[in-house]
């Protein structure tokens, strides 16, 4: 399988920490994009980061890539209760398809 | 920004039933559309590959004959469940493919959540 696996599974912080999140993956890759869905919602795209790119922020998220790792991370700063969702990964290969990870449940306590 | 959208948003039928569900890019063109299925609390899994005018191209373990797919026009494709059964139940979600000089992007619909009984 080309899905990739993140960590932690879920996510408990209080309001106003920073949530960080893993996503691991086995194939080499042409980006990487991370996306949110809301409990039983379509996908809402966060940001997309190429495969030669290292590191990219967008307002409070940064991501990160470490292709010799096969890895990525998303930091969210200053969380707020809005930020509640699930988050996963999406490892983009060849003919643009893409491969979610296994998704990372966020809990941001008011 | 791109809009994509997917007919119907839920459904319930019985078990035995085919089902169509509709994937429609609003304001663009894409030649390719994907299409995913989700169990609950699970991630998105691909299950096939959509591209205008061929045949799909399916996921390993994906049955063909069960999830039919047709992409007839750069604006629509559809997936029919045939003779869905209760483990068919899941929530659907389509993307396409937008491609234009500057960026190659997935745009996502809403999902349409089946349930059978």
């Known amino acids: 399988s080309q899905q990739g696996e993140e960590d932690p599974q879920a996510l408990s912080i209080q309001e106003g920490e920073n949530a960080t999140m893993n996503c691991s993956y086995k194939t080499s890759i042409n980006n990487l994009q991370w996306y949110r869905q809301n409990s039983g919602r379509g996908l809402v795209h966060l940001i997309l980061i190429r495969s030669n790119e290292r590191e990219k922020h967008s307002g409070r998220l940064r991501v990160t890539l470490d292709t010799s790792k096969k890895s990525s991370s998303l930091l969210i700063t200053a969380s707020r209760a809005a930020d509640t969702a699930s988050y996963f990964c999406a490892t983009g290969v060849t003919g643009n398809q893409f491969y979610f990870g296994t998704g990372t449940s966020l809990t941001v306590i008011p | 920004g791109a809009v994509v959208s997917q007919h119907p948003s839920w459904v319930i039928c019985k078990s035995g039933t085919s089902v169509k569900i509709e994937c429609r890019s609003l304001?663009?063109?894409?030649?390719?559309m994907f299409w995913y299925r989700q169990f609950p609390k699970q991630s998105l899994m691909l299950m096939a590959t959509s591209n205008e005018g061929s045949k799909a191209t399916y996921e390993q373990g994906v049955e063909k004959d069960k999830f039919l797919i047709n992409h007839a026009s750069l604006t629509l494709s559809t997936l029919t469940v045939t003779s869905a059964h209760p483990e068919d139940s899941s929530f659907y979600i389509c993307?396409?493919?937008?491609?234009?000089?500057?960026?190659?992007?997935?745009?996502f619909g809403p999902g349409t959540r089946l349930t059978v009984l």
């Open positions: 304001d663009f063109q894409a030649t390719t």
């Open positions: 993307s396409a493919r937008l491609r234009t000089q500057y960026k190659d992007t997935q745009y």
